[in-house]
C-alpha cells in the first residue's frame, strides 16, 4: 500500500513540475518576442538557451 501511496505521490510531483515548465516556457517565449521586437541579440540568446534547456527538461519528464 505504501508504494502505491508513494507513485501516486510521484506522479502528482511530475505532473505538477510540467506544469512548472510550461508556465516557464511561455513566459520566455514572451520575453523572447519582446527582445525580437526591440531587437536585442543578447536577451535573444539568452531567451533561446533558456527554452533549449527547458525542452530538455520537459522531454525528460515526459519520457
Do not use: C, F, P
Request: aromatic share 4%; proline share 0%.
Amino acid at each position: 500500500m505504501k508504494q502505491v501511496m508513494n507513485g501516486m505521490q510521484t506522479y502528482t510531483q511530475s505532473k505538477e513540475k510540467l506544469a512548472v515548465i510550461r508556465l516557464e516556457l511561455d513566459y520566455e517565449l514572451a520575453v523572447l518576442y519582446e527582445a525580437m521586437k526591440a531587437k536585442n541579440d543578447d536577451q535573444m540568446e539568452k531567451s533561446k538557451e533558456k527554452l533549449n534547456i527547458l525542452r530538455e527538461q520537459m522531454l525528460k519528464m515526459e519520457a
